[in-house]
Nanobody
Framework: QVQLVESGGGSVQAGGSLRLSCTASGLIFGDLALAWFRQAPGKAREGISCISRTGGSTYYADSVKGRFTVSRDNAKNTLYLKMSSLKPEATAMYFC?????????????????????WGQGTQVPVSS
């Protein structure tokens, strides 16, 4: 049974930093690309970052580019998201996902979508 468990969420003030973790089990972690999504209250889910199997390719949404950093430790079956200079609009439930049905490398860079496995999420409220 595949499980993805996020941790590290919690209240933070605007301008602050937070690191989220996602620990996986029940799958061959190093064989799968991974991603972070978020869903703010009343809004659609947004894909914010994706990382390839080796970590050599990454994708960031424009809304987080330059402030968020995705990484992975395949030996620990863990995905990370370091979030810096947080803004109140970053308030959301953050989810990790594994096993995209599509990975694309093209002139625009790397991206991935349509994921098979999802975590339950961790809440990140950012206060102003």
């Amino acid at each position: 049974q595949v499980q993805l468990v996020e941790s590290g969420g919690g209240s933070v003030q605007a301008g602050g930093s937070l690191r989220l973790s996602c620990t996986a089990s029940g799958l061959i972690f190093g064989d799968l690309a991974l991603a972070w999504f978020r869903q703010a209250p009343g809004k659609a889910r947004e894909g914010i970052s994706c990382i390839s199997r080796t970590g050599g390719s990454t994708y960031y949404a424009d809304s987080v580019k330059g402030r968020f950093t995705v990484s992975r430790d395949n030996a620990k079956n863990t995905l990370y998201l370091k979030m810096s200079s947080l803004k109140p609009e970053a308030t959301a439930m953050y989810f990790c996902a594994a096993g995209p049905k599509r990975e694309i490398w093209d002139s625009a860079g790397y991206s991935c979508d349509d994921f098979l496995y999802w975590g339950q999420g961790t809440q990140v409220p950012v206060s102003s």
